[in-house]
């Protein structure tokens, strides 16, 4: 089996595409050069070491490649038919037969080849152990694992960003911050949360307009709701305000995908009533092709219409003065859903404070604290709960310095 794994690679077909991988290339090179050079063989079985004491863990790597493949199976598994299940069994085989290879093996099988060059040498040679096989074995058990975890580009991460040009790019280091870390706020947190449950049961949902002051924590709360529920599926895509052009093709890649998603706009504000302006309010709700039904849209912003206005624009020429002013509100009344996040008052204020204190285990009588923290707060930007946490963040800074010296 061994010296055909090399021959069986080149008839993979639904999971064809993992002959991209950089590891199933190194393990075919490595089995290749095996049938004529041993010089050959020995660059490429170094090659494939270094690779997987690089990988660590290289069941999960293969995993994550089957996972995140788009291939004929999952684009059917409705009604996958028998011939792509035969194929993909025959294809997990052969995936599994090179997780089973050791680096024993390869050097056994090689010396056998060239008993007279390896002789003496082979038992000083690096090698790996074998690893355990993927959880399927056969094209329908595969099937089962993608109706159950997902697949695609989407499983790569749980968070992604629309980069210039409308490239998807996953999150590489996502916020990890989770519903405990926000004290505070029970009754918007609650608001979303009942929002986001009732999307992920295939509920009706609304688009959702967090607004509010700086630093009372609208982004942080969208972001810990998704760390909250992601291993139900639940995924977040933060499509920047100025590229709202990209949303048609960003909801035809969502539509596509098993998945669950908040598409989040951060900050959304416009200066005036421009392209992007109409074109959010036409995706939002009226656009002919109307937004995936697994997406929702989470925005945030200081600002409760969204436009900027001035006296200028009340008072302005405009004959239909009231038309102009409700098309200024028009793009957040297409939220179904507006929570306010205020600066709160004192006693949220220390409150939060406490809760932060006693998460990061800051050792100050209760009095003493709640001096600083509205201190700290006279000289910042006022009471927020971005201010708490900077306020406890300097404490224990200046505590570690002053436990240096």
């Known amino acids: 089996m061994y010296d055909q794994l090399d021959i069986h690679l080149s008839f993979l077909s639904v999971l064809g595409e993992l002959t991209e991988q950089p590891l199933v290339q190194h393990y075919r090179s490595t089995l ?5 050079d041993i010089t050959a063989f020995g660059w490429e079985y170094g090659a494939l070491c270094r690779l997987i004491y690089s990988t660590g863990d290289i069941r999960q790597a293969l995993l994550d490649a089957v996972r995140c493949d788009e291939n004929a199976l999952n684009a059917n598994l409705s009604n996958p038919g028998k011939n792509i299940l035969d194929a993909a069994t025959h294809d997990l085989a052969v995936i599994n037969g090179l997780l089973a290879l050791s680096g024993r093996t390869l050097l056994d099988n090689a010396n056998e080849s060239f ?10 040679l690096p090698v790996y152990p074998a690893s355990d096989p ?23 991460a749980n968070a992604f960003v629309v ?20 004290p505070g706020y029970e009754r918007q947190k609650k608001s979303i949360l009942t929002n986001t449950l009732a999307f992920l049961a295939g509920q009706d949902a609304n688009n959702i307009l967090l607004y509010g002051d700086k630093g009372t924590g609208k982004s942080s709360t969208v972001k810990a709701i998704v760390n909250e529920y992601a291993s139900r599926g639940l ?6 305000p100025k590229m709202v052009s ?10 596509a995908s098993p998945f669950h998603f908040i598409v989040f706009l951060d900050d959304l504000s416009f200066v005036r009533e421009d392209d992007n302006f109409a074109a959010l309010k036409a995706f939002i709700e009226g656009g002919l092709a109307g937004k995936p039904e697994n997406m929702v849209i989470y ?37 179904g859903l507006e929570v306010t996040f205020s600066v709160p008052d004192r006693d949220e204020y220390l409150y939060i404070v406490d809760e932060l204190a006693a998460e990061y285990g800051v050792k100050l009588a209760p009095e003493e604290l709640h001096l600083l923290a509205e201190r700290f707060a006279l000289r910042r930007n006022g009471r927020s709960p971005r201010t708490a946490r900077q306020f406890i963040s300097q404490h224990l800074a200046e505590v570690n310095h002053a436990s240096q010296f």
């Open 235 to 240: 995924k977040i895509v933060e499509l920047p």
């Open 32 to 36: 290749e050069s095996m049938r004529y």
């Open 163 to 182: 980069r210039a040009g409308g490239e998807l790019m996953p999150v590489s280091n996502p916020d990890p911050i989770r519903l405990s870390d926000l």
């Open 115 to 124: 008993p007279e060059i390896l002789e003496g040498c082979i038992d000083s």
């Open 246 to 255: 990209e949303f048609p093709k960003l909801c035809e890649r969502i539509a």
């Open 134 to 156: 993927l959880p399927f074995a056969t094209g329908e058990e595969l099937a089962d694992y993608y109706r159950k975890n997902g697949y695609g580009f989407f499983a790569r």
């Open 299 to 335: 925005a945030t912003s200081n600002r409760r219409h969204l436009v900027r206005e001035s006296f200028s624009s009340r008072q302005g020429d405009d004959i239909h003065l009231r038309d102009t002013l409700e098309t200024a509100t028009s793009l957040s009344d297409r939220f």
